[in-house]
């Protein structure tokens, strides 16, 4: 989303169904609210009848530029940039950008960062099935040429896998400020297995910094549970973690009825590295909270069943834990907001799986709870 003037820009990738007829859209709200309506305004670049993806928009002292991933006659996902008239109109050739790479096959989801005269563009590097997805960085100044290759200067890989934090092909990524203003934040993808898999990817965002020569540091991606402070100025309350060996009776704490088994046997996809589990026919465990909602997160796994999960004892809901590639940190389920109180939520085994499950296990890992 890009917000010019009196409207927001929404930019998107669709296609008929067919990978080879990928192009960019752009909607345009009708007012100034982010939230709509938009008024569908068709393709951003008409004239330019090939395949691409991940637009990012560039304004540099107010000149506009269309940056994307796209097919260079030859090669796909390879980051171009043109000039812009408006959000709305390319009002000039597109230049490939020389961008460099640790791996041959992608560039793609370009993002910038401007401060003090430079900008700072990133890419996502790698196949995305890759733990080894990750960003590299390419910096210009701002009054350079900047559809002119020559006026950006390649700076490696600047943001990449985190074995010991469980964090893998880390990418596709965006910035924001802190309310006040004060801070930069990096949001970006990432997935909890190092094993060759497009699925489980999970949306994440940790604050960044600076260093002294006023390039960006963008840090170590921190583990899927880890506990860090709101951006600066957000007026919201964190969520409360719950581990799953939290079972001293209290506010908030786990009860577990029948045969469970625990252990840390699951490292860095697990919440502390521990879980509870068990494929015991309706044996339970019962998270008592105080608040207005909660949220469920474990394991997804190749033996794992299908679990029945209840509010305060109302009807079930129906919640499969199978996974093809075992992923850890997986959400499973948000309940619906409830008054402010004191609360019960259930997990059941139900016995049932997935055709392609060879087991019944349900895992128990954290919950989040809001207020």
Not at 118 to 134: A, E, N, W
Request: proline share 5%.
């Amino acid at each position: 989303m890009y917000q010019w003037q009196a409207h927001w820009y929404l930019y998107y990738t669709a296609d008929d169904g067919s990978d080879n007829n990928h192009r960019i859209y752009v909607l345009e709200s009708s007012g100034n609210d982010p939230n709509g309506p938009y008024v569908f305004k068709g393709r951003v670049d008409p004239s330019n009848n090939s395949w691409a993806i991940d637009p990012w928009i560039l304004d540099n002292n107010g000149s506009l530029y269309f940056l994307y991933s796209g097919d260079d006659g030859t090669t796909r996902n390879r980051i171009f940039i043109a000039p812009m008239s408006d959000p709305l109109t390319l009002s000039g050739g597109r230049t490939e950008l020389a961008a460099s790479g640790t791996c041959s096959e992608v560039r793609e989801a370009p993002s910038t960062l401007q401060r003090n005269g430079r900008i700072f563009l990133f890419y996502s590097v790698c196949d995305t099935g890759k733990p080894d997805y990750h960003l590299e960085m390419m910096t210009a100044q701002e009054n350079s040429n900047l559809l002119d290759t020559n006026s950006w200067t390649n700076n490696g890989v600047q943001f990449q896998r985190a074995d010991q934090n469980g964090v893998y092909g880390p990418g596709s990524n965006g910035f924001f400020k802190s309310p006040d203003g004060t801070q930069d934040w990096i949001v970006y993808h990432a997935k909890n297995t190092s094993d060759y898999t497009y699925q489980a990817r999970t949306t994440r965002v940790q604050q960044i910094s600076w260093n002294a020569d006023g390039t960006p540091n963008l840090g170590t991606p921190i583990a899927a549970g880890a506990t860090m402070d709101l951006p600066s100025g957000d007026p919201g309350a964190s969520p409360l973690g719950l581990n799953d060996t939290d079972t001293a009776v209290g506010t908030n704490y786990f009860e577990y009825q029948g045969n469970w088994n625990s252990g840390s046997g699951c490292g860095v996809q697990c919440y502390y590295g521990n879980d509870h589990w068990s494929n015991e026919t309706n044996a339970t465990a019962t998270i008592h909270f105080h608040g207005t909602q909660i949220a469920l997160l474990s394991v997804a796994d190749v033996g794992n069943g299908i679990a029945g999960i209840s509010i305060d004892g109302g009807q079930e809901t129906r919640v499969d834990y199978y996974a093809s590639v075992r992923q850890g940190e997986q959400l499973h389920y948000v309940s619906p907001v409830l008054n402010q109180g004191d609360h019960t939520m259930t997990i059941r085994v139900t016995g049932d799986k997935n055709p392609a499950s060879g087991s019944t296990y349900i895992s128990i890992d954290r919950a989040e709870i809001y207020s």
